[in-house]
């Protein structure tokens, strides 16, 4: 299994809440990814990072916003949350340069969130 | 525009039978297909990838297929247990990008019963 971290699995808060989903990443990769679950819908790429101090957004506009200040640690970030939040988040890793893994991309577990 | 459709959407077997996955795509230009099994509540985990020049692809009682012509791939599932019940999806990665952009089927909703 891979070794990429999410904490916390299952988050509950009232809306206008700040929250800080944590993802963590020991393999030493350098791209890592965002990515939004709702039940029985694909996963929607909402941030990724190539490195340290690169964030980028992706193809599903979300109020969010992302870090990277170091290599390991990719931060989720909602300044102020609604009910129209809530989903799964998935944080992803990958390793540089694209082509030499076939871009496989490694999941950690999710986090559950719910706004209410 | 590049998609992957996935069917069927759900499929329940019984114990220790075969069952077969589908997914067609129109991602260009096509670098790789990963089939990946998510458990409920988990991230997906990779079973499977083919690239271009493969046209199958074993892995214990997984067996991925892939039709570069037509655009199409199957995920075979022989003697199913009670811990294959999962979704299972099929992911498409172009070569268009350094990112390496991938695209995400739905997924098919398996649930094996005993």
């Known amino acids: 299994e891979a070794d990429i971290y999410q904490t916390p699995r299952y988050l509950v808060i009232g809306t206008g809440k700040k929250i800080t989903l944590e993802c963590s990443q020991t393999?030493?990769?350098?791209?890592m990814y965002w990515y939004q679950q709702d039940p029985g819908m694909e996963l929607h790429l909402i941030h990724y990072s190539y490195g340290v101090n690169s964030t980028e957004k992706g193809d599903l506009s979300s109020e969010s916003t992302v870090s990277r200040i170091r290599t390991e640690h990719f931060p989720l970030t909602l300044e102020s949350a609604r009910p129209s939040h809530t989903s799964q988040y998935l944080c992803a890793s990958s390793e540089s340069p694209s082509g030499t893994s076939y871009n496989e991309q490694f999941f950690g577990p999710g986090t559950r969130l719910t706004v209410l | 525009k590049n998609q992957v459709e996935q069917s069927p959407q759900s499929l329940i077997i019984l114990e220790g039978k075969n069952c077969t996955l589908q997914c067609n795509y129109t991602v260009s230009p096509f670098s790789n297909l990963r089939w990946y099994k998510q458990d409920t509540g988990r991230g997906p985990v990779s079973l499977t990838i083919m690239t271009f020049s493969e046209n199958t692809k074993s892995n214990g009682r997984y067996t991925a297929t892939l039709d570069a012509d037509t655009k199409q791939s199957s995920l075979h599932i022989t003697a199913s247990q009670l811990s294959d019940s999962a979704s299972y999806i099929c992911v498409v990665s172009d070569r268009g990008s350094t990112l390496g952009r991938l695209y995400f089927g739905r997924g098919t909703q398996l649930t094996v019963w005993p």
């Open positions: 393999m030493g990769h350098d791209k």
